[in-house]
């Protein structure tokens, strides 16, 4: 499962350069494999006979777009899309770390999880319904889960109670904020090339926008984490207000065509398909160092979405949250770096 590979097509800026291919040192990873989501009935709720032919319709649709996991991987980066090529499972053991049991950013023990989807995401999807529905990989499968409380809907514990509380609690309030405009102008974004953050955050978007981003730091590295690697120090620095931003980690605002389709599907459906979704995370490890390299994936809220790549020695990063108008790519479209 070993491959050396070439340099990946993946996000930062309107601009870039491709770079030179790594030596046979690297070698392409994958972490998880799941592109998840859940959707929501409309109001009033239609009869059960009818509720399953629409949930059979919108299946075969996503079936017909092909595997939605597979997809989201190979749409532009192009070494992903063999997956002969990728180390994973237990073959990434000799490159994860031990679990210590403790806060991965101020070390205290590790008593609370955060959340894969936030709560007030899933929250606002949940609607009048009992409940909402998860796939996992692709849509043969879906289950129900019971409220946003749920353990599928959270990493594992990875941080103690002050950091995913009171010491984060800004960063979630900006996320709540751009989540929300999100929710409330989705359809419309479609049509925008730029999102402008005073819209989201009005005078203070300068200290809100970092803010957001430290939202997203925090999840990374939540999911870092999870899948048994090293928070990268670029990302605490970042955290702590050590630094303005994080140098080796590109961050992009897009929307995703095919998620679009699915949902304006959904709605001739009766569906409201305004899922939470995350794709699947891979990237690279250095055989001699027996470490992470590169680290890449992305969160979205219906189809905008937030796409990310930590790579190792990088210094050159241009995120969306050094600029108040910040661009909003196509999912295919994404800039070179």
């Known amino acids: 499962a070993f491959q050396p590979r070439s340099r990946p097509v993946l996000p930062c800026s309107d601009h870039g350069e491709q770079r030179p291919p790594p030596s046979t040192d690297v070698q392409t990873i994958t972490c998880s494999l799941s592109l998840s989501w859940s959707l929501r009935r409309r109001s009033p709720r239609p009869s059960a006979r009818t509720l399953s032919r629409r949930r059979a319709g919108a299946g075969a649709y996503c079936r017909e777009r092909g595997e939605p996991g597979r997809y989201h991987v190979a749409m532009n980066e192009r070494h992903f899309s063999d997956p002969t090529t990728w180390l994973q499972g237990n073959d990434l053991d000799p490159y994860r770390v031990a679990p210590d049991g403790l806060c991965w950013w ?3 023990p590790a008593t609370t999880r955060e959340h894969k989807f936030k709560r007030t995401d899933l929250t606002q999807m949940w609607g009048d319904s009992p409940y909402l529905y998860w796939s996992s990989g692709n849509m043969e499968r879906l289950t129900k889960i019971n ?3 749920s353990d599928v809907a959270k990493f594992g514990a990875s941080l103690c109670l002050n950091c995913n509380g ?29 999102i402008d953050m005073a819209d989201i955050f009005g005078d203070s978007w300068s200290v809100e926008v970092p803010n957001l981003a430290k939202y997203f730091a925090k999840h990374i590295a939540c999911r870092i984490v999870d899948d048994g690697f090293r928070v990268p120090p670029s990302v605490l620095d970042f955290l ?19 998620l679009r389709r699915y949902r304006r599907a959904g709605k001739k459906l009766g569906i ?50 050094a600029y108040q108008m ?8 994404l800039p070179t770096v």
């Not at 303005?244 to 980690?249: E, N």
């Not at 910040?326 to 479209?333: V, Y």
Request: aromatic fraction near 12%; glycine fraction near 8%.
């Open 147 to 149: 409220g946003p409380k």
């Open 106 to 108: 101020c070390s205290a």
């Open 166 to 194: 009171a010491r984060s609690q800004p960063f979630d309030d900006a996320y709540v904020t751009y989540s929300r405009y999100v929710w409330r102008n989705m359809d419309a974004l479609w049509r925008s090339r730029y």
């Open 326 to 333: 910040a661009r909003l790519h196509r999912r295919d479209k």
């Open 240 to 258: 702590n207000g050590t630094t303005d931003r994080m140098p080796d980690m590109h961050m992009v605002l897009f929307k995703n065509r095919e």
């Open 272 to 321: 409201e398909a305004a899922g939470l979704h995350t794709e699947p995370a891979a990237g690279d490890v250095s055989r001699s160092r027996k470490c992470l390299t590169m680290y890449s994936g992305a969160s979205l809220v219906g189809f905008i979405g937030m796409k990310y790549r930590w790579e190792d020695g990088t210094t050159t990063a241009d995120p969306f949250y």
